[in-house]
């Protein structure tokens, strides 16, 4: 069954995440963890060919630099390990490539991108989660509201779910927003849209069809209400199907640049 997670926005609406559950980040998990173990047999081996060039030297500087060697073999696990989890965060805004599979994404608990900071706070508390085979994780994520981990409370991070539910069933209107996630910088910026705006909207987009036509036709212009004003837009029709028709070309304008995006009334 699917979580869900309630954010305040600025504008005082509450808007709906859905979490991702303990088996997607289980699964996640354990990709990353092969993909890391390749990494790692590689640099054992780098460092065997390394070993086997200092047996050449005599079996007394072995024995000298046993210990040294031990010890950097420790440093280096914990940093690649650690590392890896690290690298892929910062560079994939939160996802490493096993969550990227999964489609899950590491975000604060306010809805935010992470940052490097977070990130690492986040990650090196993942030796002590992974006891057991992640069994201390498991337990905080099945004891804890939003699913997390004693790294996601240390950080205040949460996980997310960015795959999109299947409504062809319950609803006639055909999407015509593309998946990304990201938009373009210049045209989020030509389309005078805020990153937090934007993450807003499109979160709206895609879980549109989980709210009732009330609640609906109350939060929609709730969401839209600053951007009209801002860019001093009058739809032609105050109408749902009017303003989620504008929210459809809004978005298609954010992640598509070069289109024109000024005020322009609806028909």
């Known amino acids: 069954m699917d979580e869900f997670d309630v954010i305040e926005t600025p504008e005082n609406v509450d808007l709906q995440r859905r979490l991702a559950g303990i088996g997607s980040r289980f699964a996640a998990g354990l990709l990353d963890t092969l993909l890391f173990a390749g990494a790692l047999v590689i640099l054992l081996l780098v460092l065997l060919v390394s070993g086997l060039m200092v047996l050449d030297d005599g079996p007394g500087l072995v024995r000298e630099a046993g210990v040294w060697v031990i010890a950097l073999l420790v440093v280096l696990l914990f940093l690649v390990y650690w590392g890896y989890f690290v690298l892929f965060e910062t560079w994939m805004n939160g996802q490493t490539p096993g969550k990227r599979y999964l489609r899950i994404r590491v975000v604060q608990q306010e809805g935010a991108a992470v940052s490097f900071p977070t990130i690492a706070i986040r990650n090196l508390l993942r030796v002590v989660d992974l006891q057991g085979f992640y069994a201390v994780a498991g337990a905080t994520m099945f004891l804890t509201r939003r699913v997390q981990r004693l790294g996601d409370l240390a950080a205040g991070t949460v996980v997310i779910s960015e795959e999109v539910p299947d409504y062809a069933a319950k609803s006639d209107t055909r999407t015509t927003v593309p998946g990304a996630l990201a938009p373009v910088p ?29 609640a609906r036709r109350q939060l929609l212009p709730k969401l839209l209400g600053p951007i009209l004003e801002r860019t001093g837009t009058v739809p032609a029709e105050n109408t749902l199907a009017a303003l989620e028709r504008y929210l459809e070309d809004l978005l298609r304008r954010a992640l598509v640049p070069g289109r024109d995006s000024g005020p322009e009334e609806q028909p």
């Not at 210049?186 to 009330?214: F, G, I, K, M, V």
Request: hydrophobic share 40%; aromatic share 14%; net charge negative.
């Open 186 to 214: 210049a045209a989020l910026e030509a389309a005078h849209l805020r990153p937090e705006e934007y993450r807003l909207l499109y979160n709206y987009w895609l879980r549109r069809d989980q709210l009732s036509l009330e």
